[in-house]
């Protein structure tokens, strides 16, 4: 009678036993992963967690990790928690929480690299130093060298500030010197720039002197545009249709030559009623935009002044 009625509670207890024997983690007094082992569980831990849909698939993998893995990376054996994991897999799992997700995918795959190195044949020191000798064999080391003679200089100068005026002002000298030099600089390089515009500024008479000095020139500057455009000479072809447009109307007498006149004071000569007045203004600031200014120069626009050179009435346009 006693022994029908424990049969039950002894299979119930074996059945029991045999579902918590199933799904118990690998505890850390297991044997030691091998480094391919623990690279593969990281893969498929990795590969569950980069799909949103995987939550229980990713918790069922950790749930195989024990608290503390241990994995025998040659020479030494590493020992890696998986608390934190463990943590943000359940709040993915459970509250859905997607930052825990992306948090654990990203020390997973840092992990990941990790152990990878642990593959890696060690180098050897002789290949260490021939390594270190070949990069400052480098061109970008060969010039490298110590303290020179101004760097002795600028320290010396600081020790004698130093001394003087103790180590508290050198900060402060040390930004006056900072902004004198910035304020050098500034001065350099607003001089260059006014050399260059004057520089420019003379250039520009002397090229547009020599082939325009009558109203009958308009077919040369044509011609030269032309010529510049077949060459992929887009600036000056640009440049020469501008002329043409200016030579066109003088020859139209809307006014008499002077080639002291800027583009803006060519634009006034015309009168408000003039039909032309739109198309030299567009002719003029695809001109000056070009030529002054750092506009693009390419074949649509010296097309567009072609066309607006066509609606001042140039034939040959």
């Not at 463990?86 to 993915?92: S, T």
């Not at 500024?201 to 082939?211: H, N, Q, V």
């Amino acid at each position: 009678m006693t022994g029908s009625r424990s049969g039950p509670w002894l299979r119930a207890l074996v059945s029991v036993l045999a579902v918590a024997g199933a799904h118990t983690p690998i505890g850390a007094s297991d044997s030691p992963l091998p480094v391919a082992a623990y690279i593969a569980r990281l893969d498929a831990l990795a590969s569950a967690l980069e799909d949103p849909g995987t939550a229980a698939r990713a918790a069922a993998l950790v749930h195989e990790l024990p608290d503390i893995l241990s994995v025998e990376g040659s020479p030494r054996r590493f020992e890696i928690p998986i608390t934190l994991i463990r943590r943000d897999v359940h709040a993915w799992e459970t509250a859905h929480d997607e930052a825990a997700r992306r948090r654990v995918l990203r020390q997973v795959r840092t992990m990941r690299t990790e152990a990878a190195r642990f593959e890696e044949p060690a180098i050897a020191p002789s290949a260490e130093r021939a390594l270190l000798t070949g990069i400052l064999d480098g061109r970008e080391f060969r010039d490298a060298h110590g303290p020179t003679w101004i760097d002795r200089l600028r320290q010396r100068a600081f020790e004698l500030i130093a001394s003087l005026f103790g180590r508290s002002a050198i900060p402060t000298i040390g930004r006056v010197l900072v902004y004198g030099l910035m304020a050098m600089a500034a001065v350099v390089a607003a001089l260059a720039a006014l050399r260059f515009i004057r520089r420019n500024g003379a250039a520009e008479p002397i090229r547009l002197g020599a082939p325009a000095g009558s109203p009958a020139d308009w077919p040369f500057w044509l011609s030269e545009a032309q010529a510049a455009a077949a060459g992929g000479r887009w600036r000056d072809a640009i440049h020469f249709t501008y002329w043409c447009s200016i030579t066109f109307l003088e020859k139209t007498r809307a006014w008499r030559p002077d080639r002291a006149r800027t583009p803006r004071e060519y634009l006034r000569l015309l009168p408000s009623s003039s039909d032309d007045g739109a198309a030299l203004l567009a002719l003029t600031r695809r001109f000056e935009l070009v030529w002054y200014g750092q506009a693009n120069a390419d074949a649509e626009a010296f097309t567009e002044s072609i066309a607006h050179l066509k609606k001042l009435g140039c034939p040959a346009a």
